[in-house]
T-cell receptor
């Protein structure tokens, strides 16, 4: 079983919908939780990160971390066709641990927002 | 400013051929990471440099994979005797400081095909 599990989708929604993307993980040492967006034939681009538990909002994007359940989410409000991409969750641990610094990614969820 | 650049963008190698993939990190970034992204999967960690020191190479899949960063800037990932399991996109990321997992900037990747 992988340390980070993510439903690959694909997910198809109409423009303006609220999108919910999720990941679960098994390594309790993870403290940094990131969401990346990756367009076709491009490298991943950081959208948001959260340290430890809690919520974080940035424009149309909200990230949530529930460490007790080992579950993280990304919500996209008012989705746009330009949001169509692969969304990757990624995690990392604190200093002193084997997961420090390097990222462990989920499989990625393919999202299509159609007009 | 300039981001992380990688060359070549595409590489076709015959099985058994050696290949060298280059990464130019963002100027001044001390940390450099290599990841391997198979088709339809999330990136997987290969190795990590802090300046010229290779601090973690636990993700290299075999002794055919070798990475170096001799002057603490440009890095090269070398794959000897390419095999059928090696095709993937090889991503390089750099970070301005050690341990900032949330501050890794990715290049566009090199797509390796083995014939």
């Amino acid at each position: 079983q992988k340390e980070v599990e993510q439903d690959p989708g694909p997910l198809s929604v109409p423009e303006g919908a609220i999108v919910s993307l999720n990941c679960t993980y098994s390594n309790s040492a993870f403290q940094y939780f990131m969401w990346y967006r990756q367009y076709s034939r491009k490298g991943p681009e950081l959208l948001m990160y959260t340290y430890s538990s809690g919520n974080k909002e940035d424009g149309r994007f909200t990230a949530q971390v529930d460490k007790s359940s080992k579950y993280i989410s990304l919500f996209i409000r008012d989705s746009q066709p330009s949001d169509s991409a692969t969304y990757l969750c990624a995690m990392s641990g604190d200093a002193g641990g084997t997961s420090y610094g390097k990222l462990t990614f989920g499989q990625g969820t393919i999202l299509t927002v159609h007009p | 400013g300039a981001g992380v650049s990688q060359s070549p963008r595409y590489k076709v190698a015959k099985r058994g051929q050696d290949v060298a993939l280059r990464c130019d990190p963002i100027s001044g970034h001390v940390s450099l990471f290599w990841y391997q992204q198979a088709l339809g999967q999330g990136p997987e960690f290969l190795t990590y440099f802090q300046n010229e020191a290779q601090l973690d190479k636990s993700g290299l899949p075999s002794d055919r994979f070798f990475a170096e960063r001799p002057e603490g800037s440009v890095s090269t990932l070398k794959i000897q005797r390419t095999q059928q399991e090696d095709p993937a996109v090889y991503l390089c990321a750099s970070s301005p400081r050690e341990g900032r997992a949330y501050e890794q900037y990715f290049g566009p990747g090199t797509r390796l095909t083995v014939t």
